[in-house]
Nanobody, 129 residues
Framework: QARLVESGGGLVQPGSSLRLSCAASGSTLDDLDDYAVGWFRQVPGSKREGISC????????FYVPSVKGRFTVSRDNAKNIVYLQMNNLKPEDTAVYYCGDLETCSYYVTASSPFTSDWGQGTRVTVSS
């Protein structure tokens, strides 16, 4: 089954930056640019939540209020990669971050599963002093 592979997480201090990457793995996701891609995060004991989304061509981006102005989603369709630039990280951003392909960005906040792929293993982000 195809899945998206996340990378770039780590342990950083408050106010720091990280850039997460999301790459397609598997033949059915060779053309990641056919899909919107959402970024999600999950804290242990809590539901996975959508925090950002980018449309297939990258022409529109969406953010939840808690990350808007600090996070930027982008994509390089030539490389089949989607990025999440995270600036001014806060302790409350600590979570495991996932990406997932979506049919559209209209439901990224409440999406329970990717459109065509399985959830990947995620990448852990820890913000702590």
């Amino acid at each position: 089954q195809a899945r998206l592979v996340e990378s770039g997480g780590g342990l950083v201090q408050p106010g720091s930056s990280l850039r997460l990457s999301c790459a397609a793995s598997g033949s059915t996701l060779d053309d990641l640019d056919d899909y919107a891609v959402g970024w999600f995060r999950q804290v242990p004991g809590s539901k996975r939540e959508g925090i950002s989304c980018i449309t297939p061509a990258g022409s529109s981006t969406f953010y939840v209020p808690s990350v808007k102005g600090r996070f930027t989603v982008s994509r390089d369709n030539a490389k089949n990669i989607v990025y999440l630039q995270m600036n001014n990280l806060k302790p409350e951003d600590t979570a495991v971050y996932y990406c997932g392909d979506l049919e559209t960005c209209s439901y990224y906040v409440t999406a329970s599963s990717p459109f065509t792929s399985d959830w990947g293993q995620g990448t852990r982000v820890t913000v702590s002093s």
